[in-house]
Structure formats: structure tokens, C-alpha cells
Nanobody, 117 residues
Framework: QVRMVESGGGLVQPGGSLRLSCQTSGFPFSTYTMGWYRQAPGKECELVASSERPGDGTNYADSVKGRFTISRDEAKDTLYLQMNNLNSEDAAVYYC??????????WGQGTQVTVSS
């Protein structure tokens, strides 16, 4: 089965950094577009960043451009999200998604990012 396990979240101060990981299995990771999504209480599931296949393009939500970097390790079937200069608007549960999973914020456990002074 398709599995995606997010990790790396935690509590950080404003301006801090976190690196999220998504360990995947059960599908050919290197051939599919992957993405990071987040959902804060009362808000919609938001696409934060994507890593596209075929090709190797990346896309970012305007709110995170210049602060977040998505990357992938194909040998480990793992997706990463480096998050710098975190602010309160970044607080959410973050989820890993693959292009054929249409509800990424509902499918897995996610990892909680809390930004607090």
C-alpha cells in the first residue's frame, strides 16, 4: 500500500527553522509529483510546495516563497521541506501528498508545526 509518514514538526520561536521529512513507500516515488500541504484550524488545506515529475520543477505558495525549500531524496523515497524564518501564519499540521491522492490533509497523520514565543 501507499504509505507516507511525516515527521520533523515541533515547537519553534518566530524566526526559527524546521526540516520536515516524508518517508514514502508503496509507489514509484521518483516518477510522481509530490507536495507539502498544511492545514491550520478552521482553514482549508493549502498547497505549500510541490516537487514535480516528470521534470524537476518546484512551486511554492506565495506566502512561503524565499523561506521554504522542497527537496527529495530518490534513493530514500523521502521528501523534505526546509522551513526558515517561521512565523505564526505557518503554524499548522503539515502533510505530505502525492499527485494521485486528492485529499492530502485528510489521508495521513501529518506533523504539527507550532510557532510561539
Amino acid at each position: 500500500q501507499v504509505r507516507m509518514v511525516e515527521s520533523g514538526g515541533g515547537l519553534v520561536q518566530p524566526g526559527g527553522s524546521l526540516r520536515l521529512s516524508c518517508q514514502t513507500s508503496g509507489f514509484p516515488f521518483s516518477t510522481y509529483t509530490m507536495g507539502w500541504y498544511r492545514q491550520a484550524p478552521g482553514k482549508e488545506c493549502e498547497l505549500v510546495a510541490s516537487s514535480e515529475r516528470p521534470g524537476d520543477g518546484t512551486n511554492y505558495a506565495d506566502s512561503v516563497k524565499g523561506r521554504f525549500t522542497i527537496s527529495r531524496d530518490e534513493a530514500k523515497d523521502t521528501l523534505y521541506l526546509q522551513m526558515n524564518n517561521l512565523n505564526s501564519e505557518d503554524a499548522a499540521v503539515y502533510y505530505c501528498g502525492v499527485e494521485f491522492r486528492l485529499s492530502p490533509c485528510s489521508w495521513g497523520q501529518g506533523t504539527q508545526v507550532t510557532v510561539s514565543s
